[in-house]
């Protein structure tokens, strides 16, 4: 089965003679609960919730591996750090990963005694710093630099060494990219991105190889109380079966945008794995199904790209991507990655792409005046 047919039924009970497609949220705190609790599935609402098991069932068929809902996607990244790390540790993790990943790595898990090794992603770089290591973390491609790395070559030297391998995959999703296919250990997501994709909650998971792996990420949940609310994952599901539509549209439009951007003179440079010319081209083109939405380039400086910004009357400006929406900003307005000032991480959203090539082009020329 195709995974656009998969993505549409994945997770949804059997079907049942007057019963919704999709039951509705449960809103539950305790449940009824008499006597022995192991003789009822649901107990208490930190521990398990019916919202949760069939969404957690859908990621599952979409990973090809067991999975947990989280209320974020930092609370997902989180409790892979705090189920596998522990005193005298070594992680490995990606220079230009996600900001707060290596903010929470090298903070908050360094002064708790956990060695950490920052090595870039292009290049496999990551692969001379693995000896020795507990966990490599990898994220590919990487937010907001769109760089790729090999995630089976890496997972290889990972287990020759012993340790374990999980990959960020929010840019692509489970529908454009199969960590646990390509032998990770932990598949992880920002479900706030293009997997839900309306711009309207925040959610994340984590997805193992097997059902041992999972579990210590599940105490983790339960202790910590990292939980998302059933509302929120009821929504994630009802958006998860447009989902390959979405990034159908969402792709085709970074694709024209970025081939656009490297034909226009006020821009520096273009990164998209999906330019056949970008560095990232040859792996992304070898282990994802699509390239993702986001797509990356450099004006001249920060006032040029102020001024694009303010220029656009469709692209909004916003932080976050796989939205609806056509989104940019500039990156470094936050500080902590290795950007330039001009440079600006637009996010592709569903719009006619002859609307957004419109915008961008009057967009661009506001700058040729400067
Ligand atoms: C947004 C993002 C996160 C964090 O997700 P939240 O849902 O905002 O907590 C982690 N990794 C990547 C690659 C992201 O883009």
């Not at 006597?35 to 649901?42: A, F």
């Not at 750090?81 to 903070?107: C, E």
């Not at 769109?146 to 287990?159: G, Q």
């Not at 330039?340 to 005046?369: C, K, M, P, Y």
Request: contains cysteine; charged residues 15%; negative net charge.
């Amino acid at each position: 089965m195709h995974p656009s047919t998969r993505v549409i039924r994945a997770g949804l009970p059997p079907v049942e003679q007057g019963a919704p497609f999709l039951p509705g949220p449960t809103f539950a705190a305790p449940y009824h609960l008499a006597g022995d609790p192991t003789t009822s599935s649901y107990t208490y609402g930190r521990f398990h919730n019916p919202t949760w098991t069939h969404f957690e069932a859908a990621l599952a068929e979409l990973e090809g591996g067991p999975a947990l809902v989280f209320g974020s996607g930092m609370a997902a990244i989180a409790s892979i750090f705090g189920a596998v790390l522990r005193p005298g540790d070594i992680a490995v993790l990606p220079a230009d990963s996600y900001y707060t990943t290596r903010l929470i790595a090298t903070g908050y898990f360094t002064q708790m005694g956990v060695q950490v090794r920052l090595a870039p992603t292009a290049g496999n770089a990551q692969i001379e710093h693995i000896k020795g290591a507990k966990l490599v973390w990898l994220e590919t491609p990487t937010n907001p630099g769109l760089e790729v790395c090999e995630i089976a070559t890496l997972v290889e030297a990972a287990h020759a060494e012993g340790a374990l391998v999980a990959v960020d995959n929010t840019t692509p999703t489970a529908l454009g990219q199969q960590p646990l296919v390509l032998g990770a250990d932990y598949s992880v997501a920002s479900d706030t991105k293009a997997l839900t994709g309306h711009s309207d909650l925040l959610l994340g998971h984590v997805a193992a190889r097997d059902a041992a792996l999972l579990d210590p990420v599940r105490v983790w949940r339960t202790q910590i109380g990292a939980i998302p609310g059933p509302m929120e994952v009821w929504l994630a599901h009802r958006s998860l079966a447009t989902l390959a539509l979405r990034l159908e549209r969402a792709c085709a439009n970074a694709l024209a945008l970025a081939a656009f951007l490297q034909r226009h003179p006020a821009v520096l440079s273009v990164r998209y794995p999906g330019l056949p010319d970008d560095p990232s081209h040859p792996i992304a083109a070898r282990q994802m199904r699509h390239f993702g939405p986001v797509v990356s380039f450099t004006l001249a400086d920060r006032t040029a790209a102020e001024r694009f910004l303010a220029s656009c009357h469709l692209i909004s400006e916003a932080t976050s991507f796989g939205g609806l929406h056509t989104m940019a900003e500039r990156r470094a307005r936050w500080g902590g990655d290795a950007v330039s000032e001009g440079f600006i991480r637009l996010s592709a959203g569903i719009e006619h792409v002859d609307d957004l090539l419109t915008d961008l082009e009057q967009g661009l020329n506001t700058l040729s005046a400067y």
